[in-house]
């Protein structure tokens, strides 16, 4: 998505792009891109291998992990777009941003990271039809029905996000254009214009609120059914069962959410003073997550440590066939 052609003052023209200035007073930011870098690698090959799995096992093909899939595409998306651009903007000093790439980058970083919450929200719809509904699970939440809820949360956060990314692409910037971020966010950017941004400010609070806050809710009500339910359940090793079941996605809620709203806090309360500290906690705290989401799903799920555990021993089995 280019938004260049929405570019219609005559300043943008003369200076068509943006200067990244993040981490100027950030002493060896060369180790947080390599740790940056290294997040990278982890979420691309952890997400690979988990979609990999799946896509290999028909026993797999099933309401539950068409969100799980749902999830490790958004967070191969997520991190692809933030950590890459970073390497030639820090290391090689390449800082300039033209500005239909700035304003495609922010549409697409604050679309996968909404798309995060929304995803997590979805994984905590299914676990909620599957303790609740159990017998009616198959009926309730079939996969046509998991992709048609997956295609309408894609077109709600593209709605969104595409209106608050777009007015910004129109406002006039004909002051500073250095932003002090290590990447195309909405409020560093906007905050450059020379006119009025109350309304835009007003807007991305607004977005903000129903992105983040919204799939929260969501999944605190869920939580609060389950419970419930749960309680009413006789078996202690039912309810184990039960609690165990919605114990990865919990850990997979608490990764995403508890560092995030600490950042948010630290920045609003103004605890970190050094801007770039903040934007590099920041930056940290929103790739994290989709490092780690694939690896607890590998580790705690019995479903997919079974199917990895198969797969690893296949070569190991042929080879010592081989040399029979």
Not at 195 to 200: C, L, Q, R, W
Request: glycine letters at 4%; charged letters at 15%; one cysteine or more.
């Amino acid at each position: 998505m280019n938004f260049s052609v929405v570019l219609s003052n005559t300043t943008n023209a003369i200076d068509d792009g943006f200067y990244l200035v993040g981490f100027r007073t950030l002493a060896n930011k060369n180790y947080l891109i390599l740790a940056l870098s290294t997040i990278y690698i982890i979420t691309l090959l952890g997400n690979v291998a988990l979609l990999a799995i799946v896509l290999m096992n028909s026993s797999l093909h099933n309401p539950k992990y068409l969100a799980v899939c749902n999830l490790a595409i958004v967070d191969i998306s997520m991190n692809s777009v933030i950590i890459p651009q970073m390497v030639p903007v820090f290391v090689f000093n390449q800082n300039r941003v033209a500005f239909g790439t700035c304003f495609s980058q922010m549409f697409f970083m604050h679309f996968f990271g909404d798309m995060e919450s929304f995803s997590l929200a979805l994984l905590a719809y299914d676990r909620l039809v599957a303790i609740c509904w159990p017998l009616r699970y198959p009926t309730i939440n079939t996969n046509l029905r998991m992709m048609l809820i997956i295609a309408g949360i894609w077109s709600l956060v593209f709605l969104l996000d595409i209106f608050p990314v777009t007015l910004a692409a129109r406002l006039p910037y004909c002051g500073s254009r250095e932003v002090r971020s290590c990447c195309c966010e909405h409020g560093p950017v906007y905050i450059l214009a020379c006119a009025d941004i109350s309304y835009n400010r007003k807007l991305a609070t607004a977005k903000t609120l129903v992105t983040l806050l919204g799939p929260l809710v969501f999944i605190i009500l869920t939580y609060v059914i389950v419970v419930v339910a749960v309680l009413r359940i006789a078996s202690i090793a039912q309810r184990w069962k039960a609690f165990h079941t919605c114990l990865n996605h919990l850990l997979l809620v608490l990764i995403y959410y508890i560092p995030v709203i600490l950042a948010y806090v630290l920045g609003n309360l103004r605890l970190v003073q050094n801007v770039d500290v903040f934007t590099a906690v920041l930056t940290v705290s929103v790739t994290l997550p989709p490092m780690l989401n694939p690896i607890i799903y590998s580790l705690k799920t019995d479903e997919l440590r079974d199917k990895l555990v198969k797969m690893l021993r296949k070569p190991k089995v042929s080879q010592e066939i081989d040399r029979n």
